[in-house]
């Protein structure tokens, strides 16, 4: 039997290639550049492999020719216009090598991405080989990292293509081409109309374009809209000595936090000094502590953790732990899974990280008793495990290191125990008023070991006594002010989009990108941070739009995410 496989990435196709042949493959040339064909055969099914590639989609989504025209149809025209899908102009050689192969195989064999949209570049796949051979089988290939047990389990236990993701992506291009255009075309010439700066710009609308944009520019009015208030709390100081060491000095917090009203907070601090008493401890209180170890790694918490840590943009995050993946160093790094699969082989992979001079010690220790299965999070996408190392890669530099550093890193992390700590609480009262003060004694570092992304330190206080009596060493009534909120980060605004269901974990980084590109939204280095600044257009875009005041205002998250929902509930429906 000859089996026809078609992987997402060229890059992809020739590491399968490699896997399934044990390195024995001959390889054929095609009439694309970027494309090439390799041959084996697959004993293990009694078949010949031809396994080849494409570069992403396949297809274009666009109007006919009557609606092209941008002065020559109402935009609103195309909410109800028909959408013609064709062979992008620039995949006719990946057109032609694919059909060409098709008509010889018996079996084509999807080897796409796991993921919804990897999904429908399968069924866009099947499409174009349908149409040379009407006869060819079609099966899907699923796997989670590109190492030789999974592609061998993916091609000797193959599946059917999943037509309820195929569906959902469908009717989630129809929506943002109908919507996107529609907009684009209406705002564009109406603004190009008024201001001669824009003529030149297309002034594009996304239906998560805007909802980025949105929490872009109402972080930027809360920090324009700030103004400071003045508050008053009590300070309390007291020193202790232990046995023969220097004093040390303990500031108690006051329980009332801090109040807004000079007079009240007056009034308490002269009835605490009028009582003339001292500091009474009136509780002293020691328990067990922990530090929870990280849960396993997320796409989402991948660009958050590595935006804020590393400092690198959630888009490059991603190409980057991509590269790693197509690599066979990383696991396929887009799923929201925050929980190992209770048979995953942990061991195998610890083992492998044994051999790099900086954490190898801490693998080393797990491997020979210290591992702890990793804590389960709260979601499973049933389609991919959460993102780990699958090989050492002790040969990285840069930007790719770093990032192959902390996913390494947090895997280790999951397998360790939680820190253990020893917390002291003292209670004391003042003059009638109740103060507190926190300690804390680091027993077992464990996990913090391997991840210095989090920090837990000692903070050790006097051994206080209950009902023990001391003099204040200051006690003052204070102000202090209310800070401003900070401009948003891109992990900030990474974390806003995850909550409020705006785009997906893969394409988060690519809205935020574009909002940057279109210069809706400008990058702004504070310090070692980097904040995102509305520019004049971003402003006056999302404003304009609040202004007109619809039922469902476009530039918040609620309309998106409902729209999101019906969808689903049409695509169940279908099915």
Known sequence: ????????????????????????????????????????????????????????????????????????????????????????????????????????????????????????????????????????????????????????????????????????????????????????????????????????????????????????????????????????????????????????????????????????????????????????VTKVTNKNTEKWKPLPLTTVELQKSGSRLLKLAPKKILDIAEKLYQQGFLSYPRTETDKFDPQFDFMSLVEKQMADPAWGGFARDLHQGAFQRPRNGKNDDHAHPPIHPTAYAGNLTGDDKRVYEYVARRFLACCSKNALGYQTRVEVEYGGEEFHATGLIVLERNYLDVYPYDKWNDNELPNFIEGEEYLPSEVELRDGQTTKPNLLTEADLVNLMDKNGIGTDATIAQHIETIITREYVIERMEGKTKYLVPSSLGIGLIEGYDKIEFEKSLSKPQLRREVIIVFALACEYHD
């Not at 020739?14 to 694309?32: P, V």
């Not at 592609?151 to 992506?169: G, K, R, W």
């Not at 700066?197 to 805007?210: D, I, M, R, T």
């Not at 003045?230 to 108690?252: H, Q, S």
């Open 1 to 280: 039997m000859r089996v026809l496989c078609v992987a997402e990435k060229p890059s992809i196709a020739k590491s399968i290639a490699q896997i399934l042949s044990g390195g024995q493959y001959n390889t054929r040339n095609t009439s694309s550049q970027f494309i090439k064909n390799y041959e084996f055969d697959y004993p293990q099914t009694r078949s010949q492999y031809t396994v080849t590639a494409v570069v992403g989609h396949l297809m274009n989504q666009d109007f006919g020719s009557e609606f092209k025209s941008w002065n020559g149809c109402d935009p609103f025209s195309l909410f109800e216009a028909s959408i013609e899908v064709t062979v992008a102009a620039d995949k006719k050689d990946i057109e032609k090598n694919l059909q060409q192969e098709a008509r010889r195989a018996q079996t084509l064999m999807i080897w796409t991405d796991c993921d919804r949209e990897g999904e429908h570049i399968g069924y866009e796949i099947f499409t174009v080989c349908r149409r040379a051979n009407a006869r060819i089988a079609v099966k899907r290939a699923r796997f989670s990292a590109i190492i030789a047990p999974q592609i061998h389990n993916a091609a000797q236990h193959p599946v059917e293509l999943d037509m309820s993701q195929v569906h959902s992506v469908e009717a989630r291009i129809a929506l943002d081409l109908r919507i996107g255009a529609a907009f684009t075309r209406l705002q564009t010439l109406a603004l190009q109309n008024r201001f001669g700066v824009l003529k030149e710009n297309v002034v594009s609308y996304g239906p998560c374009q805007f909802p980025t944009l949105g929490f872009v520019v109402a972080r930027f009015n809360q920090v324009q809209a700030f103004r400071p208030e003045t508050f008053w709390y009590i300070y309390l100081a007291v020193k202790k000595r232990e046995g023969r060491g220097p004093e040390k000095e303990v500031v108690f917090s006051w329980n009332r936090g801090h109040l807004f009203d000079q007079n009240i907070a007056l009034l308490l601090y002269q009835s605490a000094l009028a009582r003339q008493r001292g500091v009474i």
